[in-house]
T-cell receptor
Framework: DVKVTQSSRYLVKRTGEKVFLECVQD?????MFWYRQDPGLGLRLIYF?????MKEKGDIPEGYSVSREKKERFSLILESASTNQTSMYLC?????WGSGRAVGDTQYFGPGTRLTVL | AQSVSQHNHHVILSEAASLELGCNYS??????LFWYVQYPGQHLQLLLK??????LVKGIKGFEAEFIKSKFSFNLRKPSVQWSDTAEYFC????????????FGKGTMLLVSP
């Protein structure tokens, strides 16, 4: 079974703090993703990575950065947390589908981190 | 950019009722289609997917979905729902070539009353 783990289930931080969310997958997947999930908005892609040290912006990258130093680990960084970043953060991973850097295959999700910024 | 539209935000059904959740997407090219489900307190997990071949795909727990290319639709169905099907359901789409990411719909919350 694919396992995607996230460092915390619940996190409370203060405005202006630097926040690190960690994600680890154990299936040697090339692709990893960070989403935020908000009621009525579904899942929105923040950043993704198709290889070590590679990253691409998703739909809502503002206020976030990412790091992928090892294949199995993908970190999301909130440089200066704000209240509008209070959300559920989901990490996912997938194999490369087809040739090149296609990222269209099944994604496997972690349990999520519910972040509250006060 | 591609987009995904789910017709209902909330659906309430009684046990044994039939279910159909609508999903339409906007991309005109060849796509891969997915339905994911999130049970209360659990991970988002794959329910079923369509890449190619038979447009009627079967997933876990008795769910199925039909891809109708001419209608840009991928509706989810189940003939008889159970209380345990209470969950949030997400439709998602990606292009099946090149460098593409998964686009999710906003989700449909299904509540099944016993």
């Amino acid at each position: 079974d694919v396992k995607v783990t996230q460092s915390s289930r619940y996190l409370v931080k203060r405005t202006g703090e630097k926040v690190f969310l960690e994600c680890v997958q154990d299936m040697d997947h090339e692709n990893m993703f960070w989403y935020r999930q908000d009621p009525g908005l579904g899942l929105r892609l923040i950043y993704f990575s198709y290889d070590v040290k590679m990253k691409e912006k998703g739909d809502i990258p503002e206020g976030y950065s990412v790091s992928r130093e090892k294949k199995e680990r993908f970190s999301l960084i909130l440089e200066s947390a704000s209240t509008n970043q209070t959300s559920m953060y989901l990490c996912a991973s997938s194999f490369v589908w087809g040739s090149g850097r296609a990222v269209g295959d099944t994604q496997y999700f972690g349990p999520g981190t519910r972040l509250t910024v006060l | 950019a591609q987009s995904v539209s789910q017709h209902n935000h909330h659906v309430i059904l009684s046990e044994a009722a039939s279910l159909e959740l609508g999903c339409n997407y906007s991309y005109g090219g060849t796509v891969n289609l997915f339905w994911y489900v999130q049970y209360p307190g659990q991970h988002l997990q794959l329910l079923l997917k369509y890449f190619s071949g038979d447009p009627l795909v079967k997933g876990i727990k008795g769910f199925e979905a039909e891809f109708i290319k001419s209608k840009f639709s991928f509706n989810l169905r189940k003939p008889s729902v159970q209380w345990s099907d209470t969950a949030e359901y997400f439709c998602a789409v990606t292009r099946n070539s090149g460098y593409s990411t998964l686009t999710f719909g906003k989700g449909t919350m299904l509540l099944v009353s016993p």
